[in-house]
């Protein structure tokens, strides 16, 4: 479409990356005031992205970019449709008021310039995740996610516990990541296009494929793992080491849905299928429970709105794979409803941890009256988590359980699952807005009082969003929602919902018996929390554990391995190099039957005859050498007849090369050998001599066969013949051999001089280490027994 | 190995080695030679230079780490490169020029530039492990 640039949505996705590269400098000039001026970035691509909201609701879709590796089939493309342009709309929405909120939480923060340049990056990489087309291009911006997700969450990296938190998360959804890959690369192979507009044509070609098993599995671990699914959820309850900013962007409204959003992009040509319909509700319910219990145990108001975000995450990944249209559109309003109370309410928890220094529930109480609106955001946001009216929580709860209550199998078990999560979520969200809010004044480590406009700004908008969507649901359904489930299901949906019910039916008596049920709970809150407490204290063992024994147990294999593999000793290192080469010369050539054949007695005149006697004079004179520096001068005078057979045999360059090549062989072995305090005299015993005299003999002949079977193959020319027509004339240079090496070979030599200096600078650390040896401490490192690289060995020189 | 003959001479040896080294290089791409040989040529030049008198001299004689000197050459090798990017043709294709200075036609090219780079990057990365050898603890 010529209306909107070709560019406009490349720039779009690019331009927090932009922005990331300028806050630093930013918050160097304005202080926490650069905030302002950084989330027009995000502002403006909230709007790009609300330019095709009206285009995408009518059915359309765009593809933009541009090829990127066309050789591969890599494009630089992004897919817009409904569900992609309203997550968009999610990402630079909110990213907009949390680089708002991020400026006044990390007011006066050393290193605030670097943590608002992390969440620009993480935002362009997240609007690349659920925008990209390709499926490469996808799969980048997906790791990219992982990878400022470990940035923000070990921000604090002071602190042990962010460390672990940031290591933990990494490894989980990096792993996924490559489960993911492997999934996309399958995909690409079995419908044969890697753009995602063409995979989600591409009809019943996965379903009937014979890999649709391996792709489902490889696609659910990237999902399971990224939106913390059971047993994969416990990195998302560590993540909140990170600042508040951070939990209430990656890990509640954003970056967490992005396997949900995988799954749902997924949905119309993966989706429909037996196991689809068991695995995703049986994970995805599973979830919801453990995540509500797990939520409704804590005290920490962080800690309770994450396990109430893996809740929530179970419930959307239930129904995606729930099998009916109604319950996908309940899964993409609750989505949507999600992302806006979720994010305001961990806004609030950081805004209550922020003004009175902690947010533990036992310790506040009657904040009310110093933060009023602090106060009014917190519950604005949790009677939409609650599902009660007149917020979009209520509308996407009356749907989802529509969807749940109507469904062709299983309806009862799905119901119930679904409405005690959300019983014991709406006992959470009371407990996160109403516990500290009211009762008596309590004693906080910091004196309370209003946040700063830069702090309540976000969640009061998000909060009143969250009305405005409801009550402008005449808008907001069909030209957001209807749209993006339209998508998921993978045929058109009206978008028709309705805040005051069009019939008393189930979805409203379940509503009901959700909202008192949760009630209920909420009032017996602390006997609830024993009770449960009592009941993880009897299992004992958690996943998060199981990680931390899952690490050890990679660590000490790593080790055992590592000792066997590395041992230390330079001559057990030689001694495999050498029995491996010599064994792979010597054994396929008999093998196969490839010896070459004996050649003829050469015609060599005298002088010829008399290099040849001097490369063996010289090796004899090695073999009986006394002592080590007379064998090092004596392999010298072999290398420098060598020299000479290549001068006489018309290859003057190399032989030059021989001869400095030989010359400084000579004098760095003399060197190292005196730099190792070696032994003037070999001392090794009898029967290792022979052993190493058998493996020298083997690595001979093997070479120098080889070298016979390669001349005895005929020489094809064709090469020698262009590098000959052409060196003068193409690249005026009479030097062939010179030509070839800096002009028709150039980036070939520019690659072996990189190597050259790469060496060079592993060998000046090697010596550094040893010239510091003596200081080193003595104990090896963990979870092996290396031994400290140091250690002088006799062989290094023989 | 210091006899004061080797000493004395030394100086002398490695100036000449250099020149000959440059000369080599130069002479490259018709006659034998080429940046590699000179680099190493250069390299024992400096590794000569270092027994004889110690590691100290060569060090103030060099001036730059000769790390640095390595990676100054990979950069030019790499530099040789670009020209080939505003006249939109293949990375590291050569360039020639031939410029009249005091009536001698001068072949100059990219591809001379890329191998006075292979010339540092050799005589860089040898020297350096030359020299940490030589160094002694107490040097």
Redesign the interface.
């Known amino acids: 479409m010529a209306l909107f640039g070709v560019d406009d949505t490349v720039l779009a996705v690019l331009a927090p990356f932009a922005a990331a590269l300028f806050a630093p400098s930013a918050v160097r000039a304005f202080k926490h005031n650069a905030a302002w001026l950084l989330a027009i970035v995000p502002a403006l691509v909230f709007l790009h992205f609300f330019r095709y909201v009206g285009a995408v609701s009518q059915g359309e879709t765009f593809v933009e970019g541009f090829a990127w590796v066309p050789a591969y089939g890599v494009n630089f493309t992004f897919y817009l449709d409904g569900l992609a342009v309203l997550f968009a709309l999610i990402i630079s929405g909110i990213g907009t008021l949390i680089i708002l909120y991020a400026g006044g939480y990390m007011k006066g923060h050393p290193q605030q310039g670097r943590f608002l340049s992390f969440l620009f990056l993480f935002m362009g990489s997240m609007l690349g995740v659920v925008t990209g087309s390709n499926l490469i291009t996808m799969f980048i911006f997906w790791e990219l996610t992982s990878i400022t997700s470990f940035l923000l969450i070990g921000f604090d990296h002071l602190r042990a516990a962010s460390r672990r938190a940031a290591m933990q998360a990494l490894v989980v959804t990096g792993g996924g990541g490559l489960a993911l890959l492997a999934g996309f690369l399958m995909i690409i192979h079995a419908t044969g296009v890697n753009e995602m507009g063409d995979v989600i044509a591409s009809g019943d070609t996965l379903r009937e494929s014979a890999l649709y098993l391996p792709i489902l599995i490889m696609v659910l671990l990237g999902a399971f793992t990224k939106s913390a699914q059971f047993p994969f959820h416990f990195w998302l309850p560590n993540a909140m080491e990170a600042p508040t900013p951070v939990s209430a962007y990656l890990h509640s409204a954003t970056m967490v849905k992005a396997g949900v959003y995988l799954l749902m992009r997924l949905n119309p040509v993966l989706g429909d299928t037996a196991w689809w319909m068991t695995l995703l509700p049986l994970f995805g319910g599973v979830t919801l429970l453990v995540g509500t219990l797990l939520a409704v145990r804590q005290t920490d108001l962080k800690l309770m709105l994450a396990y109430t975000t893996v809740a929530s995450l179970g419930l959307l990944v239930m129904l995606t794979g729930a099998g009916s249209e109604v319950a996908i559109e309940g899964a993409v309003l609750y989505l949507f409803a999600h992302a806006l109370f979720k994010g305001a309410l961990f806004m609030v928890a950081g805004l209550v941890d922020h003004e009175t220094g902690t947010r533990d529930l036992m310790r506040l109480g009657g904040l009310r009256k110093a933060m009023p609106i602090t106060f009014l955001c917190a519950v604005l946001a949790a009677l939409s988590m609650g599902g009660l009216p007149p917020f979009i929580g209520f509308i996407a709860k009356e749907v989802l359980y529509e969807g749940t209550w109507t469904l062709a199998a299983r309806p009862q078990l799905l119901t119930a699952v679904a409405v005690i999560g959300n019983a014991l979520m709406l006992a959470a969200a009371f407990a996160v807005a109403f516990k500290p809010f009211l009762g008596q004044p309590t004693k906080t480590p910091k004196h309370a009082h209003e946040g700063p406009v830069l702090m309540w700004l976000g969640p009061l908008v998000l909060a009143l969003c969250g009305l405005g969507a409801a009550i402008g649901i005449g808008w907001s359904g069909p030209a957001l929602l209807g749209p993006m489930a339209g998508a998921v299901a993978g045929a058109p949906v009206a978008g028709d919902y309705h805040l005051v019910p069009a019939h008393i039916g189930a979805p409203f008596y379940l509503s009901l018996a959700t909202v008192g049920t949760g009630l209920v709970i909420f009032w017996q809150l602390d006997a609830v929390r024993r009770l449960i407490a009592s009941v993880l204290k009897a299992i004992g063992w958690g996943p998060d554990r199981g990680f931390d024994q899952f690490i050890s147990l990679i660590v000490r294999f790593a080790g055992a391995f590592t000792a066997i593999v590395q041992p230390g000793k330079m001559q057990i290192y030689m001694n495999t190099v050498f029995v491996v080469v010599a064994a792979a010369l010597l054994v396929p050539m008999f093998a196969f039957d490839e010896a070459p054949s004996m050649p003829a007695m050469p015609d060599f005149r005298f002088y010829e005859w008399l290099v040849l006697a001097l490369v063996v004079i010289g090796i004899i004179a090695v073999l009986a050498a006394r002592t080590r520096l007379i064998a090092i001068v004596s392999l010298g005078i072999q290398g420098f007849a060598v020299a000479v057979i290549y001068m006489l045999f018309g290859a003057p360059d190399l032989s030059f090369t021989q001869f400095m090549v030989e010359t400084l062989s000579v004098v760095i072995l003399a060197l190292v050998m005196t730099r190792l305090n070696l032994t003037a005299k070999d001392s090794r015993p009898f029967r290792e001599t022979i052993s190493h005299m058998i493996i020298a003999i083997a690595g001979g002949i093997g070479f120098g066969a080889l070298l016979l079977a390669v001349t005895e193959v005929p020489f094809d020319s064709r090469l020698s013949d262009f590098f000959t027509a052409n060196s003068r004339v193409v690249a005026h240079g009479r030097n062939i051999v010179n030509v070839i090496i800096v002009d028709f070979r150039g980036l070939d030599t520019l690659g072996e001089i990189s190597v050259v200096m790469v060496t060079g600078l592993a060998i000046l650390a090697l010596i550094r280490i040893r010239a510091r040896g003596s200081k080193a401490p003595e104990d090896p490192p963990r979870g092996g027994s290396l031994k400290p690289v140091s250690e002088p060995h006799p062989e290094v020189a023989s | 190995m210091n006899t004061i003959i080797f000493r004395t001479i030394a100086p002398f040896l490695t100036a000449l080695m250099i020149l000959f080294s440059i000369f080599?290089l130069l002479r490259?791409?018709?006659?034998?030679?080429?940046?590699?040989?000179g680099g190493?040529?250069a390299?024992?030049a400096f590794?000569i230079y270092g027994?004889a008198c110690g590691v100290r001299p060569v060090r103030r004689a060099i001036h730059f780490h000769p790390?640095t000197l390595?990676?100054f050459?990979?950069l030019l090798?790499?530099l040789s490169?670009l020209p080939s990017f505003f006249t939109h043709v293949a990375?590291?294709k050569?360039h020639?020029i031939y410029p009249e200075i005091f009536g001698v036609d001068l072949?100059l090219?990219t591809?001379m530039v890329?191998?006075i780079?292979?010339y540092f990057?050799?005589l860089?990365?040898?020297t350096?492990?030359?020299l940490?050898?030589?160094?002694r603890?107490n040097d």
Do not use: K, Q, R, Y
């Open positions: 080599v490259g791409h018709n006659e034998p030679g080429g940046g590699f040989i190493l040529i390299a024992s590794a027994i790390m390595s990676a050459g990979l090798a790499c490169g990375f590291l050569a020639w072949a090219s591809v890329f191998d780079g292979v990057v050799v860089g990365s040898i350096s492990i030359a940490a050898l030589e160094e603890e």
